[in-house]
């Protein structure tokens, strides 16, 4: 089946352009590992909430009821007894901040660039961690999360699109799975802090777990104080001349000869000053948007009902759920974060090479087999009291790092790396606003529903999962069109390549070629 039609590169090189020309610089690695804070934040704040609400200490303080039911109350099913909605909310109000904060942060970063963004973001973050690690009652502790949800809507707006703007054609990929690579380097960080503060005598070492958001967080702000605008967001601002632009982009690429990549920036530019509405109204309403509208949606949506945060949420819970020690629990979780780090590294190396599409399926693959796997163990012998024994927990705790190694290739990365690259410049930040925001919203649906799913459905909701991965896999395979190696101004011309997006586009996209004066 035809998958689409990667025009772009072909027609850069007839052209003897320099869009996918220059080196991998100092100057971009270093402001792209800056603008990674972001993502290390973002995992570090996933990977805490699941490892401190598994202390007693932290149960105790702060959700007593939960805390009963762990310490042996019978009438409880194995599968219930996390299942409080305090608890859960805890967890998402982190997103429903972030959700709300989401379309602010994209007229931020579109009106006044990257950068901006992620200082406020970093700020935002400083004041989150304060207040979690000062907590004394619960109204703080979720007020804390709600701030470094602040501080989410504005990073995750920003560090993708800064990342993926900065990174030559060539290597975008692996520049922007950096930012996945970040996130899972910040989810293993809170790991390995929770296995070490919970053995804190005192029981104050969640206080230092909240509180160690900081260190990222005054990376991230420090470094935004010194990182240099993209160009493609200093054209579209307008108030930088053309040549202090060309000089700005032949430093980010090592290279003399970049005419022609600034030719395509500022053409992407002049389509938004020749079409009415902003950016959002246009991604909603003109139909030559219509395939990226569909990934930025659908992407986020499967990304998230992969299960994967329910997993990097509550690793510990679950890990508790079927009889393994506190401790146990949280060292058995940065087992499987390293996997993820790992598995993520390999994919920056692969995206570039094998590109999007067999990564997806072959990702998919794997986490569709390691779900149903789960759910039939935890069917077959976990029952409602008890536990499995050491061999069966052993056999369950590879199979999650199978599938956490499953995603960090595949969804994981790519979840933001397509999303990304595939809008043209004038409405891009508002496509980014309307992927953050999907991602959050079913985000905020995972962490709020999984606890009450695992009580009602049992084994059970690794199969639903597992569903939704059949169907995700097969989205990729019939819709989603290769972007590999295609300069990200002329990624557009991929869908009209494509057997199905071709029919939707129509008429629009010729008529874009036009305005922009043959270039895509």
């Known amino acids: ?34 603008a990674g804070m972001g993502g290390v934040i973002f995992g570090y704040d996933i990977g805490i909430a699941g ?77 989150g961690a304060a207040v979690g690690g000062a907590s004394v009652d619960i109204y703080m502790v979720i007020l804390g999360r709600v701030l470094l949800g602040v501080g989410l809507g504005f990073a995750n707006q920003a560090v993708p699109l800064y990342l993926s703007e900065m990174a030559p054609p060539s290597r975008r990929g692996a520049f922007s799975n950096g930012f996945q690579l970040s996130v899972g380097v910040g989810a293993l960080a ?31 702000t420090l470094g935004a104080l010194f990182l240099p605008e993209t160009p493609n967001s200093l054209i579209q601002q307008g108030k930088v001349e053309r040549c202090d632009v060309e000089q700005l982009l032949k430093k980010i690429r090592g290279a003399d000869d970049v005419a022609d990549e600034l030719d ?62 506190e401790s146990a629990s949280l060292l058995s979780a940065v087992v499987t974060g390293v996997v993820g780090v790992g598995a993520t590294l390999l994919s920056m190396f692969a995206v570039d090479r094998f590109g999007r599409r067999t990564l997806f399926l072959a990702g998919g693959a794997q986490m569709l087999a390691s779900q149903v796997l789960i759910g039939g163990i935890m069917a077959a012998k976990l029952g409602d009291d008890g536990g499995v024994s050491r061999a069966w ?44 925001a999907t991602s959050f919203v079913f985000t905020v649906f995972v962490a709020q529903a999984f606890l009450a799913m695992l009580c009602r459905m049992r084994a059970g909701i690794f199969f639903f999962f597992a569903a939704w991965l059949a169907a995700m896999t ?32 129509g008429g629009d996209g010729e008529e874009e070629e036009r305005n922009n004066g043959g270039k895509l």
């Open 264 to 325: 395509t920036i500022v053409a992407a530019n002049s389509a938004t000053a020749g079409v009415g509405g902003g950016g959002l109204r246009m991604l909603l309403t003109q139909r030559r948007y219509r395939p990226q509208l569909a990934m930025a949606v659908m992407i986020p949506f499967f990304q998230q009902v992969t299960g994967i945060n329910a997993i990097a949420f509550y690793a510990p819970v679950l890990l508790r759920t079927i009889g393994m020690g």
């Open 190 to 220: 809170a790991n390995v802090i929770n296995y070490g503060t919970e053995k804190i005598r005192g029981g104050w070492g969640w206080r230092v777990s909240l509180a160690l958001a900081a260190v990222p967080a005054g990376l991230l």
């Open 393 to 436: 927990a052993a056999a369950l705790i590879l199979l999650i790092a199978a599938y956490v190694a499953g995603f960090g290739w595949s969804w994981g990365p790519l979840g933001w790396l397509v999303p990304s690259e595939v809008f043209p410049l004038e409405v891009r930040s508002a496509g980014q606003s309307v992927t953050v």
């Open 51 to 127: 490892g401190v609400s598994s202390m007693e200490p932290f149960l105790r303080k702060f959700f007593p009821e939960v805390h009963r039911r762990m310490e042996g109350d019978v009438r409880v099913s194995n599968y219930c007894k996390f299942d409080s909605q305090l608890l859960t909310a805890f967890t998402s109000s982190l997103y429903v901040a972030g959700l709300l904060t989401t379309f602010a942060a994209s007229r931020v970063t579109a009106g006044r660039g990257r950068r901006p963004s992620m200082l406020l973001g970093g700020a935002a973050f400083l004041a």
């Open 1 to 34: 089946m035809a998958v689409g039609v990667v025009a772009g590169v072909e027609s850069q090189e007839r052209r003897g352009g320099s869009a996918g020309t220059g080196t991998v610089t100092v100057f971009v690695v270093l402001s792209c590992v800056t």
């Open 474 to 505: 097969a989205f990729v395979y019939l819709l989603l069109p290769e972007t590999k190696g295609v300069p990200i101004e002329e990624v557009a011309g991929v869908w009209r390549g494509h057997w199905f997006w071709s029919r939707v586009v």
